[in-house]
């Protein structure tokens, strides 16, 4: 899964590739702007996370699921 995070006062965006599904990037996303999380927590499809403050998230995109990759990538 894609996901695109605009950051506030960031000349760029974060993308990662997430293992995580659309329904848990959105809760994980809703609970931070809500304000019932003072970080938005996400993993990238390597385990990695990627922590960003609540109060400087300006979007989140979320893509489709990624098709699984053919070629000399594919074994990464």
Known sequence: MEVKIGVQH???EISIESAQSAEEVEK???AALSG?????SL???HG??????ADRVAYV???????RR???G???
Not at 36 to 40: D, G, S
């Open 10 to 12: 960031a000349p760029r």
């Open 28 to 30: 994980a996303v809703t």
């Open 36 to 40: 019932t999380a003072a970080v938005l």
């Open 43 to 45: 993993e990238d499809e």
């Open 48 to 53: 990695r996370k990627i922590l960003v403050p």
């Open 61 to 67: 995109e979320i893509g489709e699921p990624a098709t």
């Open 70 to 72: 053919v070629g000399f």
């Open 74 to 76: 594919a074994a990464l």
